[in-house]
């Protein structure tokens, strides 16, 4: 008798671990679908694809390796992955190494949950390589690169001429002859915070006059070699 309840007890253990597992499985496809519903859904200032479009279906030629420098919720890598379809896609972000929320942003301003959401949404992407995410300050992680590696990049982090002039000097080697070096926030109100992109770009087509801006729409720009 004693062996029979042993026996039961043992197969209602067996049963109870089966539904936990299942109920494991379901709940981490649920948890992927609710974070690519969420980076759909995210819509703060500056995260419109618009001019963006025009940049990476007609100007950047697909299925090169790319560099997504601030990737931010992610609005954009999803964008970049359906249209230009890269061959390999590394985003760059210090995310919660820069700080816990970003003070700037709308709605969730988590710098970690942006990047679990992140990780979940792009997970298929990231499991086939396809995608590498990098937690760390751009140049930091270019200057791990090696040389002419890059067919593109696209700058888009800290939106400061410092900043902005340390990733072009780094890009400069790290892009290939025949690459592009993209980027936002082209604006030329010297009043306005972002100023300093254009400006940063301006000084590095004086310095290296072998490069040319070859494409400006609206805030987008984005350098060649001549």
Same mark, same amino acid.
């Given at each position: 008798?004693?062996?029979?309840?042993?026996?039961?007890?043992?197969?209602?253990?067996?049963?109870?671990?089966?539904?936990?597992?299942?109920?494991?499985?379901?709940?981490?496809?649920?948890?992927?679908?609710?974070?690519?519903?969420?980076?759909?859904?995210?819509?703060?200032?500056?995260?419109?694809?618009?001019?963006?479009?025009?940049?990476?279906?007609?100007?950047?030629?697909?299925?090169?390796?790319?560099?997504?420098?601030?990737?931010?919720?992610?609005?954009?890598?999803?964008?970049?992955?359906?249209?230009?379809?890269?061959?390999?896609?590394?985003?760059?972000?210090?995310?919660?190494?820069?700080?816990?929320?970003?003070?700037?942003?709308?709605? $969730?301003?988590?710098?970690?949950?942006?990047?679990?959401?992140?990780?979940?949404?792009?997970?298929?992407?990231?499991?086939?390589?396809?995608?590498?995410?990098?937690?760390?300050?751009?140049?930091?992680?270019?200057?791990?690169?090696? $040389?002419?590696?890059?067919?593109?990049?696209?700058?888009?982090?800290?939106?400061?001429?410092?900043?902005?002039?340390?990733?072009?000097?780094?890009?400069?080697?790290?892009?290939?002859?025949?690459?592009?070096?993209?980027? $936002?926030?082209?604006?030329?109100?010297?009043?306005?915070?972002?100023?300093?992109?254009?400006?940063?770009?301006?000084?590095?087509?004086? $310095?290296?006059?072998?490069?040319?801006?070859?494409?400006?729409?609206?805030?987008?720009?984005?350098?060649?070699?001549?």
């Amino acid at each position: 008798m004693a062996a029979c309840v042993a026996y039961a007890q043992r197969i209602l253990a067996e049963g109870k671990s089966f539904a936990l597992r299942a109920l494991q499985v379901v709940l981490g496809d649920l948890v992927t679908s609710v974070a690519r519903l969420k980076i759909r859904t995210v819509d703060d200032i500056g995260t419109a694809i618009r001019d963006r479009e025009a940049l990476f279906t007609r100007v950047i030629p697909p299925g090169g390796v790319g560099a997504e420098l601030g990737v931010f919720k992610g609005t954009l890598s999803a964008f970049i992955l359906a249209a230009n379809r890269p061959a390999k896609l590394h985003l760059i972000d210090p995310w919660f190494e820069m700080e816990p929320e970003w003070w700037w942003a709308q709605g $969730d301003r988590s710098t970690v949950r942006a990047l679990a959401t992140l990780l979940l949404a792009l997970r298929e992407s990231i499991e086939s390589g396809q995608v590498k995410v990098h937690v760390g300050w751009s140049v930091n992680v270019l200057s791990r690169f090696p $040389d002419h590696y890059l067919d593109w990049a696209y700058v888009d982090s800290s939106h400061g001429y410092e900043e902005t002039v340390r990733e072009l000097s780094c890009l400069r080697l790290k892009v290939k002859p025949t690459g592009i070096i993209a980027g $936002d926030d082209w604006v030329e109100d010297e009043a306005h915070p972002h100023h300093g992109v254009c400006k940063a770009v301006r000084e590095f087509l004086v $310095d290296h006059p072998e490069y040319e801006l070859f494409f400006r729409q609206g805030v987008q720009w984005a350098l060649k070699l001549r």
